[in-house]
Protein backbone atom coordinates (compact mmCIF):
# COMPACT_ATOMS: atom_id res chain seq x y z
CA UNK A 1 0.00 0.00 0.00
CA UNK A 2 1.75 3.31 -0.92
CA UNK A 3 2.13 5.82 1.62
CA UNK A 4 0.06 9.19 1.17
CA UNK A 5 1.43 11.99 -0.09
CA UNK A 6 2.53 14.63 2.25
CA UNK A 7 -0.36 16.86 0.42
CA UNK A 8 -3.26 14.04 1.17
CA UNK A 9 -2.20 14.07 4.32
CA UNK A 10 -2.61 17.65 5.20
CA UNK A 11 0.60 18.54 5.64
CA UNK A 12 3.34 20.39 3.79
CA UNK A 13 6.26 18.95 2.69
CA UNK A 14 9.66 20.28 2.83
CA UNK A 15 10.78 23.28 0.67
CA UNK A 16 13.48 22.69 -1.53
CA UNK A 17 16.83 22.66 -0.16
CA UNK A 18 17.99 26.82 -1.30
CA UNK A 19 18.24 29.77 1.04
CA UNK A 20 14.48 30.63 0.98
CA UNK A 21 14.09 27.00 2.99
CA UNK A 22 16.99 27.33 5.18
CA UNK A 23 15.02 30.91 6.13
CA UNK A 24 12.10 28.86 7.24
CA UNK A 25 13.96 26.59 9.02
CA UNK A 26 15.20 29.76 10.56
CA UNK A 27 11.90 31.15 11.37
CA UNK A 28 10.12 27.68 12.48
CA UNK A 29 12.71 28.13 15.32
CA UNK A 30 9.86 31.14 16.27
CA UNK A 31 6.98 29.32 16.26
CA UNK A 32 6.01 26.23 17.59
CA UNK A 33 6.15 23.52 16.82
CA UNK A 34 7.12 24.60 13.28
CA UNK A 35 6.19 26.91 10.62
CA UNK A 36 3.61 24.85 7.96
CA UNK A 37 1.47 26.50 5.15
CA UNK A 38 -1.74 25.28 6.26
CA UNK A 39 -1.33 26.33 9.64
CA UNK A 40 -0.87 29.68 8.17
CA UNK A 41 -3.71 29.07 5.52
CA UNK A 42 -6.04 27.80 8.74
CA UNK A 43 -5.20 31.35 10.98
CA UNK A 44 -3.39 28.84 13.34
CA UNK A 45 -0.41 31.12 13.49
CA UNK A 46 0.45 35.02 14.56
CA UNK A 47 1.92 37.80 12.95
CA UNK A 48 4.87 38.22 11.04
CA UNK A 49 3.27 34.82 9.48
CA UNK A 50 -0.16 35.66 9.67
CA UNK A 51 -2.63 34.47 7.08
CA UNK A 52 -3.62 38.59 6.73
CA UNK A 53 0.14 39.22 6.01
CA UNK A 54 0.44 36.45 3.84
CA UNK A 55 -2.17 37.44 1.65
CA UNK A 56 -1.21 40.97 1.77
CA UNK A 57 1.88 39.52 0.68
CA UNK A 58 0.42 37.99 -2.08
CA UNK A 59 -1.64 41.03 -3.30
CA UNK A 60 1.64 43.44 -3.29
CA UNK A 61 4.52 40.38 -4.78
CA UNK A 62 2.49 37.92 -6.57
CA UNK A 63 -0.09 39.64 -8.53
CA UNK A 64 -2.98 38.15 -6.76
CA UNK A 65 -4.32 35.86 -4.03
CA UNK A 66 -7.02 34.12 -5.80
CA UNK A 67 -5.46 30.81 -4.73
CA UNK A 68 -5.08 31.92 -1.08
CA UNK A 69 -8.94 33.05 -1.14
CA UNK A 70 -10.39 30.37 -2.79
CA UNK A 71 -8.63 27.75 -0.66
CA UNK A 72 -9.60 29.63 2.63
CA UNK A 73 -13.35 29.78 1.05
CA UNK A 74 -13.40 25.75 0.24
CA UNK A 75 -12.14 25.17 3.97
CA UNK A 76 -15.24 27.05 5.19
CA UNK A 77 -17.57 25.24 2.76
CA UNK A 78 -16.19 21.89 4.11
CA UNK A 79 -16.57 23.45 8.17
CA UNK A 80 -20.44 24.34 7.15
CA UNK A 81 -20.97 20.98 5.46
CA UNK A 82 -19.61 19.52 8.27
CA UNK A 83 -21.81 21.39 10.71
CA UNK A 84 -24.91 20.03 9.08
CA UNK A 85 -26.86 16.86 9.80
CA UNK A 86 -26.73 13.84 7.71
CA UNK A 87 -29.75 14.64 5.86
CA UNK A 88 -30.06 18.00 6.43
CA UNK A 89 -29.88 20.38 2.99
CA UNK A 90 -28.51 24.18 3.35
CA UNK A 91 -29.23 27.02 1.03
CA UNK A 92 -26.41 28.61 2.32
CA UNK A 93 -24.23 25.93 1.33
CA UNK A 94 -25.58 25.70 -2.51
CA UNK A 95 -25.29 29.45 -2.57
CA UNK A 96 -21.62 28.99 -1.38
CA UNK A 97 -20.89 26.20 -3.86
CA UNK A 98 -22.37 28.51 -6.93
CA UNK A 99 -20.77 31.64 -5.69
CA UNK A 100 -16.98 29.83 -5.83
CA UNK A 101 -18.05 29.00 -9.29
CA UNK A 102 -19.27 31.77 -10.61
CA UNK A 103 -15.99 34.12 -8.96
CA UNK A 104 -12.93 31.83 -9.54
CA UNK A 105 -13.77 29.04 -11.92
CA UNK A 106 -16.21 29.91 -15.07
CA UNK A 107 -14.20 31.53 -17.96
CA UNK A 108 -13.71 35.73 -17.70
CA UNK A 109 -14.48 35.22 -13.46
CA UNK A 110 -13.50 37.94 -11.52
CA UNK A 111 -10.67 36.04 -9.89
CA UNK A 112 -10.46 33.46 -12.38
CA UNK A 113 -8.17 30.43 -11.61
CA UNK A 114 -5.57 29.68 -13.55
CA UNK A 115 -6.39 25.78 -13.64
CA UNK A 116 -6.42 23.18 -16.14
CA UNK A 117 -9.49 22.68 -18.56
CA UNK A 118 -10.30 19.15 -17.29
CA UNK A 119 -10.42 20.78 -13.80
CA UNK A 120 -12.58 23.10 -14.59
CA UNK A 121 -15.19 20.80 -16.61
CA UNK A 122 -14.96 18.77 -13.70
CA UNK A 123 -16.09 21.48 -11.54
CA UNK A 124 -18.95 22.96 -13.65
CA UNK A 125 -19.77 19.43 -14.71
CA UNK A 126 -20.64 18.67 -11.01
CA UNK A 127 -22.56 21.83 -10.56
CA UNK A 128 -24.55 21.77 -13.49
CA UNK A 129 -25.43 17.74 -12.61
CA UNK A 130 -27.05 18.82 -9.39
CA UNK A 131 -23.97 16.87 -7.07
CA UNK A 132 -24.89 17.11 -3.50
CA UNK A 133 -23.66 20.89 -2.60
CA UNK A 134 -22.08 18.96 1.05
CA UNK A 135 -19.48 16.92 -0.94
CA UNK A 136 -17.48 19.75 -1.63
CA UNK A 137 -14.41 17.72 -1.58
CA UNK A 138 -15.65 15.95 -4.77
CA UNK A 139 -16.72 19.35 -6.03
CA UNK A 140 -13.43 21.31 -5.43
CA UNK A 141 -11.16 19.05 -3.48
CA UNK A 142 -8.65 18.72 -6.86
CA UNK A 143 -8.41 22.54 -7.64
CA UNK A 144 -8.15 23.10 -3.98
CA UNK A 145 -4.66 20.70 -3.75
CA UNK A 146 -3.82 22.12 -6.86
CA UNK A 147 -3.74 25.53 -4.97
CA UNK A 148 -2.18 24.47 -1.94
CA UNK A 149 0.66 23.39 -4.19
CA UNK A 150 1.51 26.41 -6.13
CA UNK A 151 1.42 28.57 -3.02
CA UNK A 152 3.84 25.90 -1.34
CA UNK A 153 6.03 25.58 -4.26
CA UNK A 154 6.10 29.28 -5.32
CA UNK A 155 4.81 32.02 -2.91
CA UNK A 156 5.50 30.75 0.18
CA UNK A 157 8.83 30.36 -0.11
CA UNK A 158 9.40 33.25 -1.13
CA UNK A 159 7.18 34.70 1.98
CA UNK A 160 9.50 33.32 4.53
CA UNK A 161 12.00 35.74 4.44
CA UNK A 162 10.12 38.50 4.60
CA UNK A 163 8.69 37.64 8.33
CA UNK A 164 12.25 37.19 9.17
CA UNK A 165 12.43 40.73 7.57
CA UNK A 166 9.07 41.94 9.57
CA UNK A 167 11.05 40.21 12.67
CA UNK A 168 14.43 42.64 12.37
CA UNK A 169 12.31 45.39 11.71
CA UNK A 170 10.50 45.43 15.06
CA UNK A 171 13.73 44.65 16.69
CA UNK A 172 15.00 48.05 15.19
CA UNK A 173 11.60 49.71 16.51
CA UNK A 174 12.33 48.36 19.76
CA UNK A 175 15.88 49.90 20.37
CA UNK A 176 14.68 52.88 19.09
CA UNK A 177 12.29 52.97 21.36
CA UNK A 178 14.70 51.92 24.50
CA UNK A 179 17.79 54.58 22.87
CA UNK A 180 14.13 56.78 23.05
CA UNK A 181 13.92 56.65 26.74
CA UNK A 182 17.15 56.61 27.87
CA UNK A 183 18.00 60.22 26.15
CA UNK A 184 14.72 61.57 28.20
CA UNK A 185 16.47 60.26 31.36
CA UNK A 186 19.77 61.17 30.30
CA UNK A 187 18.97 64.90 29.97
CA UNK A 188 16.69 65.02 32.88
CA UNK A 189 20.04 64.01 34.84
CA UNK A 190 22.06 66.25 32.74
CA UNK A 191 20.15 69.11 33.35
CA UNK A 192 19.66 68.38 37.42
CA UNK A 193 23.79 68.09 37.22
CA UNK A 194 24.22 71.48 36.26
CA UNK A 195 21.44 73.49 37.78
CA UNK A 196 21.78 71.77 41.50
CA UNK A 197 24.77 73.53 42.76
CA UNK A 198 24.99 70.84 45.52
CA UNK A 199 25.84 68.03 42.86
CA UNK A 200 29.24 66.18 42.92
CA UNK A 201 31.54 67.40 40.18
CA UNK A 202 32.35 63.40 39.46
CA UNK A 203 28.68 63.31 39.52
CA UNK A 204 28.23 65.37 36.78
CA UNK A 205 31.17 64.01 35.00
CA UNK A 206 29.44 60.55 34.47
CA UNK A 207 26.35 62.55 33.47
CA UNK A 208 28.81 64.46 30.99
CA UNK A 209 29.91 60.74 29.44
CA UNK A 210 26.62 59.52 29.49
CA UNK A 211 25.33 62.32 27.46
CA UNK A 212 28.17 62.17 24.83
CA UNK A 213 27.44 58.05 24.88
CA UNK A 214 23.84 59.15 23.65
CA UNK A 215 24.97 61.66 21.28
CA UNK A 216 26.63 59.27 19.38
CA UNK A 217 24.06 56.49 19.63
CA UNK A 218 21.54 59.55 17.92
CA UNK A 219 24.23 60.13 15.30
CA UNK A 220 24.42 56.83 14.42
CA UNK A 221 20.92 56.60 13.84
CA UNK A 222 20.00 59.38 12.01
CA UNK A 223 23.18 59.36 9.44
CA UNK A 224 23.19 55.59 9.64
CA UNK A 225 27.41 55.94 10.59
CA UNK A 226 29.11 54.28 13.41
CA UNK A 227 31.79 56.22 14.73
CA UNK A 228 33.75 53.47 16.38
CA UNK A 229 32.88 50.91 13.12
CA UNK A 230 34.45 53.75 10.97
CA UNK A 231 37.60 54.16 12.61
CA UNK A 232 38.58 50.99 11.67
CA UNK A 233 37.44 51.14 8.35
CA UNK A 234 34.13 48.98 8.53
CA UNK A 235 30.97 50.02 7.59
CA UNK A 236 27.60 50.19 9.89
CA UNK A 237 24.42 47.85 8.01
CA UNK A 238 22.46 48.28 11.59
Not at 1 to 13: L, T
Not at 66 to 81: D, I, Q, T
Not at 113 to 137: F, Q, W
Not at 145 to 158: A, D, I
Request: net charge positive; aromatic share 10%.
Amino acid sequence: MSKPSAIESGKAPRLPTSSSARSDKTISSLFSPSLELKDVLLGVTKSPASLEQFKAYMLEKERGAESLEFWVEVEKLKALSASLAPDETSLRLTDGVNSLVKKYVRVGAPSELNISSADRNHILKAVESDTNPRDIEFIFGAVQRHCFELMLYNSFPRFVPTTLENIDQRGVSKRERILGVTVFINTLFTVVSWTVPQYPRSARLVVALWATLMFICIFQRIFRFCVFLGLFGKSYTG
